[in-house]
């Protein structure tokens, strides 16, 4: 049997079919579409994922140029990020060190020039992403641009927080309600003036001690809850500064599936942590063939 090369892959649980593509000949936007994209995700008839990374050269994604304008030279790569539902995202901070991860892995891209730190193509905009010295990957995600107050409403209770663009929305809800026994199984009711787009949900409790730190839990738009999600985790940061009186700090963010490391100041956001490979292979004709 043949069928085309796929890896998959998590960042902190947030986990990710890849589809290597390097001049955009393998899935195009006609083959890769929304019913495609829920089928790779699918976590019983498919690989399963929260989301699927296309590695492809930004030259060959049509509206790159349109989203990236005078940078698009600056960035080789972009990362084409589909949710689980096969919607577009702007952004995934999570996504963004597993596909660098990934291009490595795959002898796309040079360590040495990993290790420099290369700009990604994304429908944000341009991401500086590295390897970090002592592991993992270290990504300039951006200021974050708060935007409003807001409140979501998710299985009979009501959370009221701060909307965050980190590209992609946010609402991030500070509660004392520890976040750990909370359900999120539904679909969190958000105020659709404020998110027109739709809207990412942090739970995020502030937890004791000295230096910052959070619990989080987050419902994805275009998911439902995942095990971690990067730009939450840099909206998340943010606000528990600013809850503090603070516009700067490294916050850490314990999410299901492990820890990121936040460093906030007023110029921008630089998210850290891992990303792991969990394996390679085929699609074979047989699924492809639905
Ligand atoms: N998990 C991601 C965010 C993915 C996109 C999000 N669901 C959206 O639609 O904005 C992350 O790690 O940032």
């Known amino acids: 049997m043949s069928g085309e090369r796929v890896l998959q892959g998590h960042g902190t649980g947030n986990d990710f079919v890849l589809l290597p593509d390097p001049d955009g000949t393998v899935w195009p936007a006609d083959r890769l579409d929304d019913a ?29 140029a349109g989203v990236l304008g005078a940078d698009l030279d600056a960035g080789e790569w972009f990362m084409d990020h589909r949710n689980a539902d096969g919607s577009y995202a702007e952004m995934c901070g999570n996504g963004i060190r597993l596909y660098l991860h990934a291009l490595l892995a795959e002898g796309l891209l040079d360590p040495a020039a990993a290790a420099a730190g290369v700009a990604v193509g994304t429908r944000g905009g341009l991401r500086r992403v590295g390897s970090a010295p002592g592991g993992g990957y270290r990504v300039d995600m951006g200021p974050a641009r708060p935007f409003g107050h807001g409140s979501a409403t998710i299985g009979g209770a009501r959370f009221t927080g701060t909307a965050v663009s980190m590209g992609n929305p946010h609402l991030v809800c500070l509660t004392d309600v520890p976040v750990s026994g909370l359900d999120l199984t539904g679909t969190p009711a958000v105020d659709a003036g404020l998110f027109p787009e739709g809207v990412n949900v942090e739970l995020v409790n502030v937890l004791p001690g000295g230096d910052p730190h959070a619990r989080m839990r987050v419902v994805e738009r275009g998911v439902g809850e995942t095990r971690s999600c990067g730009t939450g985790a840099c909206a998340a940061a943010h606000t528990v500064l600013a809850a503090a009186g603070r516009d700067a700090g490294t916050v850490t963010v314990d999410v299901p599936g492990g820890r990121l490391t936040v ?10 942590g891992p990303a792991v490979l969990v394996a390679e292979g085929t699609l074979t004709a047989e699924w492809l063939a639905g």
Not at 36 to 64: E, I, N, T
């Open 36 to 64: 495609l994209v829920r089928r790779l995700c699918d976590r019983r008839a498919g690989l399963g994922g929260d989301g699927v990374l296309r590695l492809v050269r930004s030259r060959h994604v049509p509206d790159a």
């Open 263 to 272: 460093d906030v100041d007023p110029g921008g956001t630089v998210l850290g």
